[in-house]
């Protein structure tokens, strides 16, 4: 995911309060690709990006009707 995506599951996951920092890959690249993990520490953090985004889409499908905007993804 990008910096704005990342941005999107790091709202996501605190609405939800789901455990989870999101950041780059690369600490030296914020314009690379980004990952959610368990903790800031670079040293001894974990992956868990799929376990997050699999929280978020099960928790998503659970919520009923909802009102809103349908915004494109930008290219």
């Known amino acids: 995911?990008?910096?704005?995506?990342?941005?999107?599951?790091?709202n996501t996951l605190?609405?939800?309060?789901?455990?989870?920092?999101v950041s780059p890959?690369?600490?030296d690249n914020p314009n690379g690709r980004w990952r959610v993990?368990?903790?800031a520490d670079a040293a001894t953090r974990?992956?868990?990006?799929d376990e997050a985004l699999t929280?978020?889409?099960?928790r998503s499908r659970q919520s009923g009707p909802a009102r809103?905007?349908?915004?494109?993804k930008s290219r």
């Open 14 to 21: 605190q609405q939800l309060g789901i455990r989870g920092i």
């Open 55 to 58: 929280l978020i889409a099960g």
């Open 46 to 49: 974990r992956d868990i990006t």
């Open 37 to 39: 993990y368990d903790s």
């Open 25 to 27: 890959e690369d600490l």
């Open 68 to 72: 809103g905007f349908v915004v494109p």
């Open 1 to 10: 995911m990008d910096q704005n995506e990342a941005w999107q599951v790091a």
